[in-house]
């Protein structure tokens, strides 16, 4: 930036010098010198254009000076280094004049959703309406450029009165605009957005990336806290973004040395207590902070594009586990897994499959594939279908997981050959206290008995409540009620004990009719 107002502070002395008097000393030697080498004709355009030279020279400098003494800027949607460059003035102009600025990031809540039920040309449609509603908010001066595909970033130009509170207004003011419905194909569709900010009041460092790196830190603390959220960045944003960035690096080599692997929660039968499987949950053994859970690192896996990577290591283990629970004589006839959308999209994710269950010498029917809901909501691509629809003709059980969050339609159960849904915790909990969630529950189990599909609780805590569900119908339950996630050093004594525990039990009998 200093460079650029070096040549700019250049070409203004340049433009001076060649409008001021001084320059009216050369034109006769410049006439001279035009008749000696060209004759008459050269004469003629010389005097004729020097005047007409130093007319177009000192209108562009007159223009130009105004614009920088009015402080213009580029308006508009701005490239991103264009932005820098703006940002990093801003920062140079408050340094000096003591005034205000702020960075603001914004994020279009949902954006992949809405990419993936309405399709890239819908999701840029809305894109630009947002674009140009945000535009039409702020002030000709300010600075506006996108990141990517739903990011964006608004540099507010130096103001006396710019503080926390303005910047709070100026946020609630975008989100107004925002959640107006948008057209798409002559239909309104709602969208939100999170929005973090950063005065420059409260940068340590002045330069554009430190600053525009605050403002997107607080943005992802907004997202964090839900959609259509707000957040102000602040010294605590910025030891927490460091602890994240820190935890981040520290997971992609927790990957390579073997401290994340599944720990492994019971599904038990209704009928008998019999076990009928185990869950594989992610756990990241920290040598320092603990067990942390995959709320806390499924982000970085996600950002860096280790998804995959994750959900080999994890079958590798599973399986592992199952070839040791067959050589113990226990039985236990499935292994569920999670597989990610990233995994699904994998051409090559079925002739891996097979690979690895005949590494282990397991047939493809002690595998559960649990898919998320959502994953078949979102209009799944061909090859997710392909993916789901072929590890089901491998003999693979599929699991439709958390059922009851996201928008499956029956006819997308019937095609992915879905062969059990695990209801969803929270239809689960205090079901056995509540009406209503009695009554949600039995109509899922009434329509999964309809369709000929096993069924499967998650999140049963209590007695009453792993009572009801069998009453109701559920072919299967999992939770802390049943057994907390264990590690596979632990699976053995627990698959022990629970069957000296249901020997002679009785059985839980279920509502007929």
Same mark, same amino acid.
């Given at each position: 930036?200093r460079?650029?107002?070096?040549?700019?502070?250049?070409?203004?002395?340049?433009?001076?010098?060649?409008?001021?008097?001084?320059?009216l000393?050369?034109?006769?030697?410049?006439?001279?010198?035009?008749?000696?080498?060209?004759?008459?004709?050269?004469?003629?355009?010389?005097?004729?254009?020097?005047?007409?030279?130093?007319?177009?020279?000192?209108?562009?400098?007159?223009?130009?000076?105004?614009?920088?003494?009015?402080?213009?800027?580029?308006?508009?949607?701005?490239?991103?280094?264009?932005?820098?460059?703006?940002?990093?003035?801003?920062?140079?102009?408050?340094?000096?004049?003591?005034?205000?600025?702020?960075?603001?990031?914004?994020?279009?809540?949902?954006?992949?959703?809405?990419?993936?039920?309405?399709?890239?040309?819908?999701?840029?449609?809305?894109?630009?309406?947002?674009?140009?509603?945000?535009?039409?908010?702020?002030?000709?001066?300010?600075?506006?450029?996108?990141?990517?595909?739903?990011?964006?970033?608004?540099?507010?130009?130096?103001?006396?009165?710019?503080?926390?509170?303005?910047?709070?207004?100026?946020?609630?003011r975008?989100?107004?605009?925002?959640?107006?419905?948008?057209?798409?194909?002559?239909?309104?569709?709602?969208?939100?957005?999170?929005?973090?900010?950063?005065?420059?009041?409260?940068?340590?460092?002045?330069?554009?990336?430190?600053?525009?790196?605050?403002?997107?830190?607080?943005?992802?603390?907004?997202?964090?806290?839900?959609?259509s959220?707000?957040?102000?960045?602040?010294?605590?944003?910025?030891?927490?973004?460091?602890?994240r960035?820190?935890?981040?690096?520290?997971?992609?080599?927790?990957?390579?040395?073997?401290?994340?692997?599944?720990?492994?929660?019971?599904?038990?039968?209704?009928?008998?207590?019999?076990?009928t499987?185990?869950?594989?949950?992610?756990?990241?053994?920290?040598?320092?902070?603990?067990?942390?859970?995959?709320?806390?690192?499924?982000?970085?896996?996600?950002?860096?594009?280790?998804?995959?990577?994750?959900?080999?290591i994890?079958?590798?283990?599973?399986?592992?586990?199952?070839?040791?629970?067959?050589?113990?004589?226990?039985?236990?006839?499935?292994?569920?897994?999670?597989?990610?959308?990233?995994?699904?999209?994998?051409?090559?994710? %079925? /002739? &891996?499959?097979?690979?690895?269950?005949?590494?282990? !010498?397991?047939?493809?029917?002690? #595998?559960?594939?649990? $898919? @998320?809901?959502?994953?078949?909501?979102?209009?799944?691509?061909?090859?997710?279908?392909?993916?789901?629809?072929?590890?089901?003709?491998?003999?693979?059980?599929?699991?439709?997981?958390?059922?009851?969050?996201?928008?499956?339609?029956?006819?997308?159960?019937?095609?992915?050959?879905?062969?059990?849904?695990? %209801? /969803? &915790?929270?239809?689960?909990?205090?079901?056995?206290q !509540?009406p209503?969630?009695?009554? #949600?529950?039995?109509? $899922? @189990?009434?329509m999964?008995?309809?369709?000929?599909l096993?069924?499967?609780?998650?999140?049963v805590?209590?007695?009453?409540?792993?009572?009801?569900?069998?009453?109701?119908?559920?072919?299967?339950?999992?939770?802390?009620?049943?057994?907390?996630?264990?590690?596979?050093e632990?699976?053995?004594?627990?698959?022990?004990?629970?069957?000296?525990?249901?020997?002679?039990?009785?059985?839980?009998?279920?509502?007929?009719?």
């Amino acid at each position: 930036m200093r460079k650029f107002l070096f040549v700019d502070r250049c070409s203004e002395t340049l433009r001076i010098f060649l409008t001021g008097p001084q320059v009216l000393a050369f034109i006769p030697a410049a006439c001279l010198a035009a008749f000696w080498l060209g004759g008459e004709r050269a004469l003629v355009t010389t005097a004729l254009g020097l005047p007409l030279a130093f007319a177009v020279i000192g209108n562009w400098g007159s223009r130009s000076y105004t614009a920088r003494s009015s402080g213009m800027r580029p308006s508009g949607l701005v490239p991103y280094d264009v932005f820098q460059s703006e940002l990093e003035a801003l920062s140079e102009s408050v340094s000096k004049s003591g005034e205000n600025a702020a960075c603001i990031a914004i994020a279009l809540d949902g954006y992949a959703e809405l990419q993936d039920l309405h399709g890239q040309a819908a999701a840029t449609h809305v894109k630009q309406q947002f674009s140009d509603r945000i535009l039409s908010i702020i002030r000709n001066q300010d600075i506006f450029s996108q990141i990517d595909q739903n990011r964006f970033l608004i540099g507010l130009h130096p103001s006396p009165h710019l503080d926390l509170e303005a910047c709070i207004q100026m946020s609630g003011r975008i989100q107004s605009a925002v959640e107006e419905p948008l057209l798409l194909n002559g239909t309104g569709v709602y969208q939100s957005c999170s929005i973090g900010f950063c005065l420059h009041s409260d940068l340590r460092q002045a330069e554009a990336d430190e600053w525009i790196g605050a403002a997107t830190a607080a943005l992802s603390e907004a997202q964090r806290s839900g959609p259509s959220t707000i957040r102000a960045y602040s010294t605590a944003t910025r030891r927490r973004s460091l602890v994240r960035a820190n935890l981040r690096k520290e997971f992609e080599a927790a990957l390579d040395n073997g401290e994340i692997r599944p720990w492994f929660q019971p599904q038990v039968s209704t009928d008998n207590g019999n076990i009928t499987g185990f869950e594989a949950l992610a756990r990241w053994e920290h040598p320092i902070k603990g067990v942390l859970s995959p709320q806390v690192f499924l982000p970085f896996a996600e950002q860096a594009e280790l998804m995959e990577r994750l959900g080999q290591i994890m079958r590798h283990h599973a399986f592992e586990a199952m070839q040791a629970w067959d050589r113990a004589a226990c039985v236990v006839p499935r292994i569920g897994i999670n597989f990610s959308s990233d995994e699904l999209r994998n051409p090559g994710l %079925i /002739d &891996r499959l097979k690979w690895e269950l005949d590494q282990f !010498d397991l047939t493809p029917d002690r #595998l559960a594939v649990e $898919i @998320l809901e959502t994953v078949f909501s979102r209009r799944p691509d061909d090859v997710i279908t392909r993916n789901v629809t072929g590890m089901a003709a491998l003999g693979c059980c599929i699991d439709l997981d958390d059922f009851g969050t996201g928008h499956a339609s029956i006819a997308s159960i019937k095609r992915f050959d879905v062969s059990r849904i695990k %209801i /969803d &915790r929270t239809f689960v909990t205090k079901s056995d206290q !509540d009406p209503s969630q009695q009554q #949600l529950v039995s109509a $899922i @189990l009434t329509m999964a008995e309809r369709l000929n599909l096993e069924t499967l609780a998650e999140g049963v805590e209590t007695p009453g409540e792993h009572a009801l569900m069998a009453q109701l119908g559920s072919n299967h339950v999992q939770g802390f009620g049943i057994a907390e996630p264990m590690p596979f050093e632990q699976t053995l004594d627990w698959i022990a004990a629970h069957r000296a525990k249901i020997r002679g039990a009785s059985k839980i009998g279920r509502k007929m009719g």
